[in-house]
């Protein structure tokens, strides 16, 4: 099962129920800034929306890049998240952190079968939530 992060509930593709991106700005840079953020641009894409992505912290929402999620095999990100790391300092989940340490700051090469399976996994993720969230509004 993946663990998910970077999701922000203000973000068009957030989890409404995830921390909010305001909450997560650090005010000091974090420590391996340079390891995590080239862990996290390695990341292999499992998705892809139609969306191009704004800065939403800023007044004039200046692009960021099309919508992207990343995989490592285990966590899922959005790409929106290495903008935020960068430019914010944002705080990460200290589980992830943990992960991208113990795997030496290197995303682990997967053959194509695994990139498939966990394809696979994550569109019927996706298919529940969407599922979840128009019972929500539908009531």
């Known amino acids: 099962m993946f663990k998910w992060v970077g999701f ?5 593709y957030g989890d409404k129920r995830s921390e909010s991106l305001y909450d997560a ?3 000091a840079s ?7 953020l080239c862990y996290l641009k390695a990341g292999d894409v499992l998705g ?5 992505t704004q800065d939403i912290l800023l007044k004039d929402k200046k692009v960021i890049g099309c919508e992207l999620t990343l ?4 966590w899922i990100w959005p790409s929106d998240l290495v903008y935020y790391f960068e430019e914010y300092n944002i705080s990460l989940d200290d589980d992830f952190v943990s992960h991208m340490r113990d795997n ?11 990139i498939g399976k966990i394809t696979e996994e994550y569109q019927e993720n996706v ?3 969407m599922a979840i969230i128009t019972n929500f509004y539908n009531k």
């Open 71 to 74: 995989t490592d095999g285990l």
């Open 8 to 12: 922000y509930r203000e973000l068009a």
């Open 127 to 129: 298919r529940r939530a």
């Open 48 to 52: 892809f929306g139609q969306r191009i």
């Open 104 to 114: 030496e700051w290197t995303v682990a090469n997967k053959d194509m079968s695994d």
């Open 30 to 36: 974090s420590l391996n800034k340079s390891k995590i």
């Open 25 to 27: 700005i650090l005010t």
